[in-house]
């Protein structure tokens, strides 16, 4: 009788999560390099700005928000980030490791990925009405419907890191959200 033996479970946890990640100052390209050199998925949300000089006028890329990197890492990829020498610490929410939803990254994508001038704000906004961008090229993405200086914007907030992007969007691409 031969006996059966059955794989033995690792208590490794494979689920990958989105953190944020403090880099040095301007190194933020940089960091995501080299992150992505040694194995890490990381993402600097760029924006497309224009940048004069007294001689020339330049389109640039510059991160959205100032020294801050996304990596998606499991638990026990977290430390392997500091090897990287362009990164200072995690952002933290209660003690620990901020994790980003994946939801609130999809949009984020989506939104920079829409190329429409967008501002990260770290002021806390008094909560509004919910609404969903119906047309455009950020239809489907769900936030809050803020008014500043009379002008309509939308607003997404990427919970526990304290930031909000904001950008201007037509009345007539939203409606509420359920």
Request: proline share 5%; with cysteine; glycine share 4%.
């Amino acid at each position: 009788m031969s006996e059966e033996k059955t794989p033995v479970k690792q208590a490794v946890n494979d689920e990958r999560k989105w953190y944020v990640l403090y880099t040095r100052s301007r190194a933020e390209k940089k960091a995501s390099s080299e992150l992505c050199s040694i194995g890490i998925e990381a993402y600097v949300p760029l924006q497309k700005v224009l940048r004069f000089w007294k001689d020339r006028k330049k389109l640039v890329e510059v991160p959205l928000i100032n020294s801050y990197v996304f990596v998606r890492v499991d638990r026990l990829e977290r430390d392997k980030v500091f090897k990287c020498m362009h990164i200072i610490r995690y952002i933290t929410f209660e003690g620990k490791p901020a994790a980003v939803p994946e939801k609130q990254m999809i949009d984020l994508k989506w939104m920079v990925s829409a190329e429409i001038p967008i501002e990260a704000v770290m002021k806390k906004f008094s909560p509004g009405e919910n609404v969903k961008i119906a047309y455009g090229p950020l239809a489907g993405i769900t936030g809050e419907l803020v008014c500043v200086e009379n002008e309509k914007r939308f607003l997404l907030r990427i919970d526990k890191i304290g930031y909000s992007l904001m950008a201007k969007i037509p009345a007539a691409w939203l409606e509420k959200s359920k």
